[in-house]
């Protein structure tokens, strides 16, 4: 079996988002009928709050959105630890091979 690719996980944890959006939504805010749209939610760049579009959306590893300028770590101060989380990918992906000592007299 073939391991997921990068655009599957990314387009699987987007459908996971927007769904608990859509849930989250629909309970935080009752007085909406089921023929009436609740107000559009506009995503914005968390660095510079400039409106992103779905083209021009960068999703972090942090857990916000960012515009084409701040997508980068360093010019958004990531939270997220990208080296350890590097180190490990890289570990669980090499495991130590260690090769048995032959004895010989």
């Given at each position: 079996?073939?391991?997921?690719?990068?655009?599957?996980?990314?387009a699987e944890a987007e459908i996971r988002k927007v769904a608990a959006a859509g849930a989250a939504s629909s309970v935080a805010n009752p007085s909406f009928s089921s023929g009436e749209?609740?107000?559009?939610?506009?995503?914005?760049?968390?660095?510079?709050?400039?409106?992103?579009?779905?083209?021009?959306?960068?999703?972090?590893?942090?857990?916000?959105?960012?515009?084409?300028?701040?997508?980068?770590?360093?010019?958004?101060?990531?939270?997220?630890?990208?080296?350890?989380?590097?180190?490990?990918?890289?570990?669980?992906?090499?495991?130590?091979?260690?090769?048995?000592?032959?004895?010989?007299?």
């Amino acid at each position: 079996m073939l391991a997921p690719s990068v655009a599957d996980v990314e387009a699987e944890a987007e459908i996971r988002k927007v769904a608990a959006a859509g849930a989250a939504s629909s309970v935080a805010n009752p007085s909406f009928s089921s023929g009436e749209a609740p107000a559009k939610v506009v995503e914005r760049c968390g660095r510079c709050h400039k409106k992103v579009r779905l083209s021009a959306r960068f999703e972090c590893r942090c857990g916000r959105t960012f515009c084409a300028a701040h997508r980068l770590s360093e010019t958004h101060d990531c939270s997220f630890d990208h080296n350890t989380f590097g180190r490990a990918a890289i570990a669980t992906a090499n495991p130590v091979v260690k090769k048995d000592k032959l004895e010989r007299i």
